[in-house]
């Protein structure tokens, strides 16, 4: 409980984005798009992470610590994965993952 | 209704509506931007639980990082009124059946689990000092070798895009 905020209505926000990020995920043939769809599933963690730290160890940072990584982590992949879709952008001048079917050139 | 469950249930619909638009909008510009209310809707969730400096770091790291950078990318490699092919009914399908019944179970635990409810949960914000001797401190409960480690992984980050992206002279 959190000032009248109860821990399960974070855990389940943050079930119903991450869900959904799975589901555009699967459905999306864009590559930017599924990398939004990652954005959306890390984010659902960090709310988790973030709850719990508040509501079950107010006294303690580890939640807070986690969350800061792992929003490193994001940047560093997201810089990367872009890297990548425009280098294949100019190779194949398309982005759809059903038209990508080989590594090498 | 107190003003924090009213500041919870905004951000939360805000989250849930917009986190779906992302990943149904057929406009990739619009996905995107979308995208972005999700992520400021999350910072106000960091702010409501009095994580300033996460809050802050989400608005500054994500909302002004990482949207812009997908922003550019979208712009770079497609049309701005293009529309994306919707999805064939193949793939929604099973997609909705393994997201749905995911979800549905995984509340169905957290409602069903019995959390501690007497903790007093403090209100107070964290001192930005206490987290800066935290990220440099080598005792327990202190991040230097996370902290160095994720700086290594930022370099290599940086020289990697830039190798990847680079014109070949070929």
Same mark, same amino acid.
């Given at each position: 409980?959190?000032?009248?905020?109860?821990?399960?209505?974070?855990?389940?926000?943050?079930?119903?984005?991450?869900?959904?990020?799975?589901?555009?995920?699967?459905?999306?043939?864009?590559?930017?798009?599924?990398?939004?769809?990652?954005?959306?599933?890390?984010?659902?963690?960090?709310?988790?992470?973030?709850?719990?730290?508040?509501?079950?160890?107010?006294?303690?940072?580890?939640?807070?610590?986690?969350?800061?990584?792992?929003?490193a982590v994001a940047a560093a992949e997201a810089s990367v994965a872009i890297a990548i879709i425009i280098n294949i952008y100019r190779r194949l001048v398309n982005i759809d993952v059903e038209k990508m079917n080989e590594m090498k050139y | 209704?107190?003003?924090?469950?009213?500041?919870?249930?905004?951000?939360?619909?805000?989250i849930i509506i917009f986190s779906i638009l992302t990943v149904t909008s057929r406009r990739i510009l619009r996905a995107a931007t979308f995208l972005l209310f999700v992520l400021v809707a999350t910072g106000g969730m960091y702010f409501l639980l009095r994580f300033n400096f996460l809050a802050a770091i989400q608005l500054t790291l994500y909302a002004g990082g990482i949207v812009?950078?997908?922003?550019?990318?979208?712009?770079?490699?497609?049309?701005? !009124?293009?529309?994306?092919?919707?999805?064939?009914?193949?793939?929604?399908?099973?997609?909705?059946?393994?997201?749905?019944? !995911?979800?549905?179970?995984?509340?169905?635990?957290?409602?069903?689990?019995?959390f501690p409810q007497e903790v007093i949960s403090s209100s107070e914000r964290t001192d930005i000092r206490v987290i800066a001797k935290a990220l440099i401190s080598t005792e327990k409960f202190g991040y230097a070798l996370p902290f160095e480690v994720i700086s290594i992984l930022l370099l290599a980050a940086m020289v990697g895009a830039i190798i990847l992206a680079k014109k070949r002279k070929d």
């Open positions: 409980m959190f000032e009248g905020v109860p821990l399960t209505w974070f855990l389940i926000t943050g079930t119903i984005m991450f869900f959904v990020g799975i589901y555009g995920f699967l459905v999306r043939k864009n590559l930017i798009t599924m990398l939004m769809s990652i954005e959306l599933i890390l984010n659902s963690v960090n709310i988790n992470f973030v709850a719990f730290n508040k509501i079950l160890y107010p006294g303690h940072l580890e939640g807070m610590f986690f969350t800061i990584f792992i929003i | 209704m107190t003003t924090n469950q009213l500041m919870f249930a905004i951000f939360a619909a805000v812009v950078l997908i922003i550019f990318s979208i712009l770079l490699t497609s049309h701005i !009124g293009e529309k994306l092919e919707a999805p064939s009914v193949k793939k929604i399908i099973p997609a909705f059946i393994a997201a749905g019944f !995911g979800a549905a179970l995984c509340i169905l635990t957290i409602v069903q689990h019995p």
